[in-house]
C-alpha cells in the first residue's frame, strides 16, 4: 500500500514540472514559492490545531533539516525551470535516485540489495538517454538549468533518505508542517535578492497554479511521502520516485506539446525496468533470505 501511494504520488508530480515552468512567465521563484508554500503551510496548521498532536524529542532538528533539504531542492528546481523545459528538469531531478542509495550505504549503513542498485543502475542509463548531457546542440542557458536542476536531485536525494531515517519517530502533520514552513521562510528570504516580479495580467493562471501545487502537490503530497517512507526503505521510495521524470515528459507531451523522440522513449522505457528490477528482484530477495533463515538451524 505505501509503494502505491508514493507511485500515485510519483505521476502526480510529474504534472506539476509544466505548470511550473509557464508560472514562472507570471512570477518570479521566490514569488511563486512563497505563495505556494505559505498555501501549504495555512492547510497544514489548520489540520495541526485541529489534530493537537504532541511533538518529542529530536523534532525540531529533524524538521528543520528535513526543511532545508526541501528549501533547497525547490529553489534550485525551480529556478533551473527558467533555463531548461520541464522534461530535462524532470529527468535531471529523477537523479536522485543514483545518489540514495549511496548515501542510504555510505551515510548510514543501511543495508541495500543487490535489485536495488540493478534497478538503480537501469534507471540512471534511462535517465542518461534521456537528457543527452553531452549534446552539442544545447545551449549555455540550458545547460545552467540543467547544473541547478542536477543539484537540486542532490537535495531531494538527502530529504528521502532521512525522511525515511526520521518520518517513523515523529508525528506527520508536524513534521510536514515544519518542512513547509522552513521552505517558506526560505523563500520569503530569497525576495529581495533575485529582483522579484509579478504580472498581473497572469494572476488567473499563478492563482491555480499555486492553489494545485500548495494544496494538493505540497501539503497532502509531503503528508503522503512522510507516511509511505514509513514503511518502505529509502532506495525503493527513491526508485519509485525515479518514475517523476517520466511522468513529467509524459505529461508534457501530451499536454504542452513538447517533442519526444526515440532516446527519450527509449530511457523512459529504462527507468520503468528498473522500477519494476528494484520492486520485483527486491521481493525475491527478501522471499530467498526469509527462507534461508528458516533453513537454518
Same mark, same amino acid.
Given at each position: $500500500? ?5 507511485? %500515485? #504520488? ?7 514540472? #509544466?505548470?511550473?515552468? !509557464? ?11 512563497? *505563495? ?8 497544514? /496548521? *489548520? =489540520?495541526?490545531?485541529? @489534530? !493537537? ?7 525540531? @532538528? ?7 533539504? $526541501? ?11 527558467? &533555463? ?5 528538469? +524532470? ?21 541495500v ?18 537528457? @543527452?548531457?553531452?549534446?552539442?546542440? %544545447?545551449?549555455?542557458? =540550458? @545547460? ?9 536531485? =542532490? ?15 515523529h508525528?506527520?502533520?508536524?513534521l ?14 530569497? #525576495?529581495?535578492?533575485?529582483?522579484? &516580479?509579478?504580472?498581473?495580467a /497572469?494572476? +488567473? ?10 494544496? #494538493? $502537490? ?7 511521502q512522510?507516511? /509511505? ?25 501530451? &499536454?504542452?506539446?513538447e ?12 527507468? =520503468?525496468? +528498473? ?5 520485483? /528482484?527486491?521481493?525475491?530477495?527478501? !522471499?530467498?533470505?526469509?527462507? +534461508?533463515? !528458516?533453513?537454518?538451524?
Amino acid at each position: $500500500m505505501a509503494d502505491l501511494a508514493l507511485l %500515485l #504520488l510519483t505521476l502526480a508530480w510529474g504534472t506539476t514540472f #509544466l505548470f511550473v515552468n !509557464r508560472v514562472l512567465d507570471v512570477a518570479s521563484p521566490g514569488v511563486f514559492l512563497s *505563495a505556494r508554500f505559505a498555501t501549504a503551510a495555512v492547510v497544514l /496548521g *489548520a =489540520v495541526a490545531l485541529w @489534530r !493537537r498532536d504532541r511533538v518529542g524529542a529530536g523534532f525540531l @532538528r529533524h524538521g528543520l533539516l528535513l526543511g532545508l533539504f $526541501m528549501l533547497a531542492g525547490f529553489v534550485l528546481q525551480t529556478i533551473g525551470l527558467r &533555463y531548461t523545459t520541464p522534461a530535462r528538469s +524532470g529527468f535531471l531531478t529523477g537523479l536522485a535516485v543514483l545518489i540514495v542509495p549511496f548515501f542510504a550505504r555510505f551515510l548510514l549503513g543501511r543495508k541495500v540489495r543487490v535489485a536495488s542498485w540493478v534497478g538503480v543502475a537501469l534507471a540512471v542509463a534511462g535517465l542518461l538517454a534521456l537528457t @543527452r548531457p553531452l549534446a552539442d546542440e %544545447l545551449a549555455d542557458s =540550458v @545547460r545552467f538549468g540543467d547544473a541547478l536542476s542536477a543539484a537540486c536531485a =542532490v537535495a531531494f536525494a538527502l530529504q528521502i533518505v532521512f525522511t525515511a531515517e526520521w518520518a517513523p519517530r515523529h508525528p506527520l502533520v508536524p513534521l510536514t508542517l515544519a518542512q513547509v514552513a522552513v521552505t517558506f521562510a526560505g523563500a520569503v528570504a530569497l #525576495l529581495p535578492v533575485e529582483g522579484a &516580479y509579478f504580472h498581473a495580467a /497572469g494572476a +488567473g493562471v499563478f492563482a491555480g497554479t499555486v492553489a494545485f501545487t500548495g494544496v #494538493l $502537490m505540497t501539503a497532502v503530497a509531503f503528508f503522503v511521502q512522510n507516511w /509511505g517512507q514509513r514503511h518502505t526503505t529509502a532506495v525503493r521510495a527513491a526508485l519509485i520516485f525515479s518514475l517523476e521524470p517520466v511522468a513529467a515528459a509524459l505529461f508534457s507531451h501530451l &499536454y504542452g506539446g513538447e517533442p519526444l523522440g526515440r532516446a527519450d522513449w527509449i530511457g523512459g522505457a529504462l527507468i =520503468v525496468l +528498473g522500477v519494476v528490477a528494484g520492486e520485483v /528482484g527486491g521481493a525475491l530477495e527478501a !522471499r530467498g533470505e526469509t527462507a +534461508g533463515e !528458516r533453513a537454518s538451524p
